[in-house]
């Protein structure tokens, strides 16, 4: 039987995804760290262009036709745009707190400014506690202190900082590029996440309807119950 293919999308860098080596043990799996993260070497400019071509460069790495490509949080983008672009076969996507927008501001953000400009200025005056303290608040406990230890080791802090900026400036629509896509869906909510909004979760789940629906207790990158959710949604079409 062929195992299925997993593109894991980061937001900074593969470490967030502590779920691959469960993953692992019944797909191919390919992540990747940002530029200018850990050993890849840095853009010229470190935007959404750069960070999607990172992708396709793995994909491109892999010698994969077709594969299911998943992103959570600020990698949704990412993820989206490397399918979009990519020459092979996207057999499905998920997406780790779905919406389709990154806006803080408007008419029901998918995102909370309160905590989105918090941990923004808390990036901006100590960039290494962001790392360590920031982000597990911002996961409510998801990352624990060892890969918050391990994440400090592997993201410098201008590109923590850089990236940052290039994520709050990310404000248009997903939902066409996504619609054209035509691939299965399966959308993932952290329950009870801080940084995201209720109403981002419901405009993104009736937008697309047909997408399979998961609520999980703690980040998807971390969460067993996403981990065993991805197992189902990758594995039916090899079953039929």
Not at 58 to 77: K, N, Q
Not at 122 to 144: C, E, P, V, W, Y
Request: charged content about 25%; hydrophobic content about 45%.
């Amino acid at each position: 039987m062929t195992r299925p293919r997993i593109l894991l999308v980061p937001t900074l860098t593969e470490l967030e995804w502590l779920i691959k080596p469960e993953l692992e043990q019944w797909a191919e799996v390919a992540s990747f760290d940002l530029p200018g993260v850990g050993d890849e070497p840095a853009a010229e400019r470190l935007d959404l262009d750069a960070i999607v071509g990172r992708a396709l460069a793995e994909l491109d790495r892999t010698g994969w036709d077709s594969c299911f490509i998943v992103g959570d949080s600020h990698g949704i983008r990412t993820a989206v745009g490397a399918a979009t672009s990519w020459p092979g076969d996207v057999l499905g996507m998920a997406l780790g707190h779905a919406r389709l927008t990154d806006r803080t501001e408007g008419e029901r953000p998918p995102l909370n400014k309160a905590v989105w400009d918090a941990m923004n200025q808390l990036l901006k005056n100590d960039a290494s506690g962001f790392i360590r303290h920031g982000l597990t608040q911002l996961t409510q406990g998801s990352m624990g202190d060892e890969l918050a230890r391990k994440m400090t080791e592997r993201v410098p802090i201008d590109a923590a900082r850089t990236a940052f900026e290039e994520m709050r400036s990310r404000t248009g629509l997903i939902e066409e590029p996504l619609r054209a896509l035509a691939v299965p869906l399966l959308f993932a909510k952290h329950e009870g996440c801080i940084a995201s909004t209720e109403e981002g979760w419901q405009d993104a789940v009736a937008a697309f309807p047909a997408a399979r629906t998961v609520a999980v207790p703690l980040a998807p990158t971390v969460s067993p119950e996403f981990a065993a959710a991805l197992h189902s949604f990758c594995m039916e079409p090899v079953r039929a």
